[in-house]
């Protein structure tokens, strides 16, 4: 009974070189993570608690193609373009869940207004990709798993008070402390 933890997996169509770290690649994940919540089976975006994406970053090959067509790129730094994608992914997530309206989004806004942002995207870039993998893990209705997920936002790299609001969302409430013994199997 209840929601149990539910996995979506989605994917984008392949960015061209133009479109990475930009509005159109935050619009594109945007469209993919509604898809994988619609496998999940989840429809309130409260219930997603983790979006992991992949994604891809420009070479100096696709940066290349871009100039021979007259296009320009995000950055001309293949490093700085890590950024810049997993900014507009972590956007994309951001728009899906209603964290961040999709008016917000410009070009412009990628990696420069931090009031802009998800508390549930995590990404990464590799050179090995030309579209986003995708995949969010939530709480459904639908599911009939043995487990549950929550999350919440850490403040810095030992940020008890987060791994405790976490526990709490999935049922687990500290005693003097401790995780206790009923629920330590749990974990």
Not at 173 to 184: F, I, R
């Amino acid at each position: 009974g209840g929601k149990r933890l539910a996995i979506g997996v989605a994917f984008t169509r392949d960015f061209l070189p133009e479109e990475l770290g930009r509005s159109a690649m935050v619009t594109e994940t945007a469209n993919a993570v509604r898809d994988a919540m619609e496998q999940a089976g989840i429809s309130d975006p409260a219930d997603v608690h983790f979006v992991q994406i992949k994604t891809p970053l420009l070479t100096a090959d696709r940066m290349e193609d871009a100039h021979q067509r007259g296009k320009t790129v995000a950055t001309d730094d293949t490093y700085k373009s890590m950024g810049y994608a997993r900014g507009a992914s972590a956007l994309g997530v951001a728009v899906a869940l209603g964290e961040v309206p999709a008016s917000s989004i410009t070009d412009a806004e990628v990696l420069k207004n931090w009031e802009l942002n998800s508390s549930v995207a995590s990404t990464s870039a590799g050179i090995e990709l030309l579209n986003n993998e995708i995949i969010l893990m939530g709480n459904s209705t639908q599911s009939a798993s043995d487990y549950v997920i929550g999350h919440s936002v850490m403040k810095d790299a030992i940020d008890a008070a987060a791994v405790r609001s976490a526990l709490r969302q999935v049922g687990i409430t500290l005693e003097d402390g401790e995780v206790p013994a009923a629920d330590a199997s749990r974990i």
